[in-house]
């Protein structure tokens, strides 16, 4: 028995009499949503019935349902609407889920990992099928996300997420040493010593979902801090997860404030790892506070983190201009510009500008904002909440009254019926104003138009300008260039893209992360980000048992 339990631990086998083989995973495909298909039907539907459900929202705990201070969620784009009530976590609660968890790790690590896997692999099917108008009209209403946002987020991210994190688990426990003769080498890829605590964002359902499954996936149990913005779809994934099979204690749901959770999760002595997207400060002050602690540890927490970026296009003459103008549309205003990856500033040619700048005002114009669950035709909606707002509008009035900026597009906003932003083209004079430095998380592109002889000196400018290092694009058609400036710009980016934009990363195609104060760079969407959450054993077998002491050499 226990022979047999080390090899489903190591990945070989789930039992004595067979193998277990992963099946083949792609990426999911995506609907599209088109007037009078069935599945814009089944979101209409979904939308309508949430909208009348009025969730409240507990902390769970062990599969225990605990409620705490009442706190309330509005819709982003009717801000005057209660989409939900959830409840926030005591100091009580919060030890209660990371007692939990720890109580759950020995069986669920010894879980072989087929077993594993099937919840996983279930889950991504719940998502593709039967909920998946729930988890976009959730997202849509509680995130204001488009349909079309909705999908590849909550939807087919998530799934993708799902199934390609069961393959990549799959290759890490394959990857076993060589043996020499009379001898049997083997990696026991284990999960960490520990609870591993997730704290995730508000702009992504998938990251929602990813941050706390990755680490439990590899054997690990999660106490997992979601955004209130996104409590919603967030809580609909842990029913998914549930139903597909997912024990109790495996993952606890705990939302809280953030001082407090912090207070009591972070210098833990059993933490082992910190599963972190979200803003560079809060990341900076986790990294400070377990520096803090570093000495009451029961070992080194594993720290994983996905901030923020300024993420950029620049434009070479030879590019293709309508192309430009397309990407960077998309990338600057799709999801109100509150990606990560989101465009926010570009650098081009004065001469090429003369050529853009009309056509990308008016195609900034002419983007229909509104209200995204009530009209699907909209390409915008609202930003988060009213701090967002707040600060998206008070970069706005900044560049407004900057001599160096002028505004060529937008510059607008109401908070009369929901949290709106125009979508607001910058043009600078000041290649380093503050909208081209700093991480504004809205609709807001700024450019600079350099002289067209300067082009050599850009990469150096972008490299200079932000401590970021996530996203950025060159849209160029010119080999030489291409290749001169991929290794100018070598430790600017983590992901960096050729004659596309700046955002739209896919799971298994496209890893994601950034450096520098973009995050620790472990690439979500691989296998890299999976191998964080093990530590791994190296056990030596002998065969044949010893018989000497001395060497050839002592003869």
């Known amino acids: 028995m226990k022979s047999s339990l080390r090899s489903a631990r190591r990945g070989f086998h ?25 599945e814009r039907a089944n979101v209409e539907a979904s939308i309508k019935r949430m909208e009348s459900e009025k969730w409240e929202i507990p902390c769970v ?112 426990y394959a990857q076993q040493p060589v043996s020499d003769r009379f001898t049997w080498n083997f990696s026991d890829h284990r999960p960490l010593e520990g609870f591993v605590t997730a704290i995730s964002p508000f702009n992504f359902t998938a990251i929602g979902l990813h941050l706390p499954t990755a680490p439990a996936l590899m054997g690990n149990t999660v106490v997992w801090k979601c955004s209130d913005a996104a409590i919603h779809s967030n809580y609909l994934i842990l029913k998914i997860l549930k139903e597909a099979g997912l024990p109790d204690g495996v993952i606890n749901f705990v939302p809280a404030d953030p001082s407090l959770y912090n207070a009591f999760v972070i210098p833990h002595r059993d933490l082992a790892g910190v599963a972190f997207t979200g803003s560079t400060a809060t990341f900076s002050d986790i990294w400070e506070q377990v ?57 081009i040619s004065k001469s090429k500008w003369s050529e853009l700048k009309e056509p990308l005002a008016q195609a900034c114009k002419d983007l229909y904002m509104g209200n995204v669950h009530k009209d699907l035709k909209t390409f915008m909606g609202a930003v988060i909440d009213e701090r967002a707002y ?87 058609n010119d080999r030489a260039v291409i290749n001169k400036v991929q290794d100018q710009l070598y430790h600017s980016v983590g992901n960096f893209y050729i004659n596309d934009k700046s955002t739209g990363s896919i799971v298994g195609q496209q890893p994601f992360g950034g450096s520098r104060s973009s995050g620790t760079n472990d690439k979500a969407g691989s296998a890299a980000f999976l191998s964080r959450w093990t530590s791994p054993r190296s056990t030596k077998e002998t065969m044949v048992p010893l018989r000497g002491i001395t060497y050839p050499s002592m003869a």
Request: glycine share 8%.
């Open 291 to 347: 520096g803090r602690h570093i000495n009451t540890y029961r070992g080194y927490p594993t720290l994983v983190g996905e901030c923020g970026g300024k993420n950029f296009h620049l434009v070479h003459d030879s590019a293709d201009i309508e192309s430009v103008r397309c990407g960077t549309i998309r990338g600057a205003f799709e999801y109100q510009g509150q990606k990560c990856s989101a465009t926010s500033r570009m650098y």
């Open 390 to 476: 707040r600060k998206v509008t008070s970069y706005i009035e900044a560049a407004k009254n900057d001599p160096a900026c002028t505004i060529v597009a937008g510059g607008g906003y109401s908070d009369k019926e929901g949290w709106f932003v125009e979508p607001t083209i910058i043009e600078t004079t000041d290649p380093k104003c503050k909208t081209m430095r700093e991480e504004i998380f809205g609709p807001v592109l700024t450019v600079f138009a350099y002289d067209d002889k300067d082009f050599d000196a850009m990469p150096a400018l972008i490299d200079e300008t932000t401590p970021y290092s996530l996203t950025g694009s060159l849209f160029c």
């Open 61 to 172: 705990v062990n599969g225990v349902e605990y409620k705490g201070t009442e706190m309330s969620r509005e819709i982003p784009h009717q801000n005057k609407t209660e989409l939900c009530k959830f409840h926030y976590a005591s100091k009580d609660v919060i030890l209660k889920a990371v007692d939990a968890a720890l109580d759950a790790q020995k069986e669920w690590s010894m879980m072989p990992f087929q077993h594993r896997a099937a919840i996983w692999l279930k889950a991504a099917d719940l998502i593709a099928t039967k909920y998946r108008a729930d988890i976009l009209a959730s997202t849509m209403l509680g995130q204001s996300k488009t349909i079309w946002q909705a999908e590849i987020d909550a939807s087919v991210e998530s799934i993708d997420f799902l199934r390609y994190d069961v393959k990549y688990a799959e290759q890490i």
């Open 14 to 38: 789930g039992a004595i009499c067979g193998s277990y083989k992963i099946p083949d995973v792609v990426n999911e495909p995506l609907l599209d949503y088109a007037p009078g298909s069935v």
